[in-house]
Structure formats: structure tokens, C-alpha cells
């Protein structure tokens, strides 16, 4: 399984852009890379996947560039209500579901 | 359509007993996978039940297991508990099947075991 780094913290303001990489070094062919977002208490919430160069939906970007041995996860003008830790996971196709979440990265929103 | 509902949300039992959660899935997701969830140890996978069988195992002891049934229904056990065993248990569900996209993961929102 690949393994992950990402920042442990990060601070930003509300109606800031924030960006949160993601180190994947041992990343496989098949792996895809995928974030959640997780509020204290709740289950992890998907955000955004993505294989190659560029993904978008309507909360966030995902930029992986041609070695895609990291990854960028882009949080447009944050609100207060974006305060979470946000995990970045590898895993294949066929992984049978068995993801490694990393320690994940604090992001604190102030006003 | 729904998303993955578990229950009991919060539990309380005391060392020594026994609990047993329950997940269902999304609509049409045959594959549901279990994670503890502490301060220290962060996310950890437990087991992941496909079609009835267990497909794939994490690292913990047998009291923990569990069980799949036809409707792609699961539920957790862990027998003669220890104080360590309070967390939030989630549980993921998933189509399981591998194909030309990603079997992407949706969380319920967890159970709160606490064991005093």
C-alpha cells in the first residue's frame, strides 16, 4: 500500500484559497488518488479523485502532476465551515477498499 | 438515494461485554468495510466484507469480527472489551467491484463506543 505525507496543520482566512499537498513517492500504476474531509465526530466525507493532470468538481481541485508522486488538493475562497482534517489516501482499482489514511492535515479557518 | 446509515450512534458498555454494530449500505454497494477511529491511532482499517465473505483482514485481535448478510448488510463484533477499544467505529460502503472507474468509498457516520 502506498503510504502518504501531508502537512499535520495548516491556517488560512475565510475567502482565502487554500492549498494542501499530498506526498505519495511510492505510488503504483493502477493507484488513484483520493480526499475526504472529516469534522470532529463524523465519518470521512468525499471530496474529489482523481488519476492524472486535472480534476474539478464543484468544491474543490485536484492538481497531480506527471509523476504523480504528490498531489495538490485546492479549496477555493475557504469559509469557517471548512475547518477539518482532510486525508489524503492511494489505492488501486482492484484494492478491495483496503485504504491507508495518513495522519491527515488540520485545517483551521479563521475569520 | 440514502447514504450509509449506522447504528446504534453512541454506546456505552463496561469491560468485559460485548457490543455489536450495525452498517447498511448504500443501495446496490455489495461491499461494506470497517475502521476504527482513535486519537492515537487515527484511521485504521479493520475488515472489508464483499458478497457475505470477508475479502480482506487489518491487523486486530479476534475479538473483533464480523458478518455480511444477503443485503449486503453488516455488522461488527467485539467481544470481551477492553477500555482500548473505545472509539468511533465507521463503516465504508462500496459497488466492490473493480472496473474502469474508482470504487470509491462513502462513510456512515460512525458509532461512539465508549467502554468504562
Known amino acids: 500500500l502506498a503510504k502518504t505525507t501531508q502537512p499535520i496543520s495548516m491556517d488560512s482566512y475565510e475567502g482565502q484559497e487554500v492549498n494542501i499537498t499530498c506526498s505519495h513517492n511510492?505510488?503504483?500504476?493502477?493507484?488513484?488518488i483520493t480526499w475526504y474531509q472529516q469534522f470532529p465526530s463524523q465519518g470521512p466525507r468525499f471530496i474529489i479523485q482523481?488519476?492524472?493532470t486535472k480534476v474539478t468538481n464543484e468544491v474543490a481541485s485536484l492538481f497531480i502532476p506527471a509523476d504523480r508522486k504528490s498531489s495538490t488538493l485546492s479549496l477555493p475562497r475557504v469559509s469557517l465551515s471548512d475547518t477539518a482534517v482532510y486525508y489524503c489516501?492511494?489505492?488501486?482499482?482492484?484494492?478491495?477498499?483496503?485504504?491507508?489514511f495518513g495522519s491527515g492535515t488540520k485545517l483551521n479557518v479563521k475569520p | 438515494k440514502a447514504g450509509v446509515t449506522q447504528t446504534p450512534r453512541y454506546l456505552i458498555k463496561t469491560r468485559g461485554q460485548q457490543v455489536t454494530l450495525s452498517c447498511s449500505p448504500i443501495?446496490?454497494?455489495?461491499?461494506v468495510s470497517w475502521y476504527q477511529q482513535t486519537p492515537g491511532q487515527g484511521l485504521q482499517f479493520l475488515f472489508e466484507?464483499?458478497?457475505?465473505?470477508?475479502?480482506n483482514k487489518g491487523n486486530f485481535p479476534g475479538r473483533f469480527s464480523g458478518r455480511q448478510f444477503s443485503n449486503s448488510r453488516s455488522e461488527m463484533n467485539v467481544s470481551t472489551l477492553e477500555l482500548g477499544d473505545s472509539a468511533l467505529y465507521l463503516c465504508?460502503?462500496?459497488?466492490?467491484?473493480?472496473?474502469?472507474?474508482?470504487?470509491?468509498?462513502?462513510f456512515g457516520p460512525g458509532t461512539r463506543l465508549t467502554v468504562l
Open positions: 465504508a460502503s462500496s459497488t466492490g467491484l473493480a472496473g474502469a472507474s474508482p470504487d470509491t468509498q462513502y
Open positions: 489516501l492511494v489505492g488501486a482499482l482492484y484494492n478491495f477498499n483496503k485504504f491507508y
Open positions: 443501495s446496490g454497494h455489495r461491499s
Open positions: 511510492n505510488i503504483a500504476t493502477n493507484d488513484y
Open positions: 466484507y464483499f458478497s457475505e465473505t470477508q475479502r
Open positions: 482523481g488519476y492524472k
